[in-house]
């Protein structure tokens, strides 16, 4: 894909601020990729054949997520895969906002949408993730630019619901 070029300041954080997304339940983890987000494109396979990936006996068997930009998944489905990549490390039980301000969201794509909370909250989740105002936007750190193709995702289906 090609576009246009963008300068972007990216400010590395402090550890302390590092920790609040790398955290769960009071112990530390990794964020990123999971192996769920990675089952496209023999991409599994290709690291199994390679003895990157170790431990998957069938990579059929493994839950694939949604692509979020493939539009022949719902918009639902689409916009819950987004969050679960991009939110749900903080916004699920023992993610840092669920136990530091006693956030109710569960972004994990595998919620039940009734426990989610996003129709609730749907007002709150739009105002931040379309802000730029440092220590109220989302995500809270690691970007100073808005996520357009996504936002313009989620405002259609949180107006949807």
């Known amino acids: ?25 009071g112990v530390r983890v990794p964020i ?30 493994v839950i694939k997520l949604p ?17 679960d990549v991009n939110c749900a490390h903080c916004h699920q039980p023992g993610g840092y906002y669920s136990v530091n301000f006693n956030d109710s969201f569960e972004f994990s794509y595998e919620t039940r949408f009734s426990d989610t909370h996003i129709y609730e909250k749907r007002d709150p989740i739009m105002t ?5 105002i440092e220590n109220y936007k989302m995500p809270f750190v690691g970007t100073t630019l808005n996520h357009t193709e996504a936002i313009d995702l989620l405002n259609s289906y949180l107006n949807s619901l």
């Not at 894909?1 to 339940?25: E, L, S």
């Not at 979020?68 to 819950?80: G, K, L, N, P």
């Open 1 to 25: 894909m090609q576009g246009n070029t963008k300068t972007v300041d990216y400010k590395i954080p402090d550890y302390a601020t590092c920790i609040m997304c790398h955290t769960n339940r």
């Open 32 to 61: 990123g990729p999971k192996i769920r987000n990675m089952h496209k494109n023999n991409q599994l396979q290709n690291f199994i054949d390679k003895g990157i990936l170790t431990g998957i006996d069938d990579v059929n068997a």
């Open 67 to 83: 692509n979020w930009e493939d539009t022949s998944y719902t918009e639902e489905q689409r916009s819950r895969a987004y969050l």
């Open 128 to 132: 931040r993730i379309e802000s730029n």
